[in-house]
């Protein structure tokens, strides 16, 4: 069965620009250091998958694109990388911590603003939208997925 998930980025590090100027449209998503949204990518994600690509962190937080993952889960070549800025140092090869999935960008559309959503009551029990929130992967239910969707295309 097909999911859903909302994944932030910090568009200063990977844009939905970024994702839709990338061969094929498509990225590893690294650099995911909360066990929760590890867990995320790592049990629930599926290839095929629908990702809703949120800028997070900007002056203009919101949904800006539609994504979809685009391969299983493996081991996030960052938390390797000594003097990186995702570095793990109990992270071994034989035992990695940390997971990427390869997000392909779909649609770049016009920006859905937090404030909006937060204003649409079909959306009031999105994680995303809850108090203290700050999970960078969430699942999104397909009720939520089809009212963001159809949003972004008006």
């Avoid at 980025?9 to 100027?21: F, G, K, Q, R």
């Avoid at 061969?23 to 998503?29: A, I, N, R, S, V």
């Avoid at 920006?111 to 999970?135: F, Y």
Wanted: aromatic fraction near 10%; proline fraction near 6%; glycine fraction near 6%.
């Amino acid at each position: 069965m097909k999911q859903y998930w909302l994944m932030k980025s910090e568009p200063d590090e990977v844009s939905i620009d970024d994702l839709m100027a990338a061969p094929k449209h498509t990225l590893p998503w690294f650099g995911v250091r909360n066990y929760q949204a590890r867990n995320f990518m790592r049990d629930g994600m599926k290839v095929g998958d629908g990702v809703l690509f949120y800028h997070s962190s900007c002056p203009q937080p919101g949904v800006a694109g539609i994504a979809e993952v685009a391969s299983t889960a493996y081991p996030d070549h960052s938390q390797f990388e000594e003097g990186g800025k995702y570095f793990d140092a109990k992270a071994t090869r034989e035992q990695p911590r940390w997971i990427s999935v390869d997000v392909q960008g779909l649609q770049k559309t016009a920006l859905l603003p937090l404030a909006e959503m937060r204003q649409m009551a079909a959306l009031e029990d999105m994680l995303l939208l809850k108090k203290g929130s700050r999970l960078s992967i969430t699942p999104v239910t397909p009720a939520q997925w089809d009212v963001i969707v159809e949003r972004l295309k008006a």
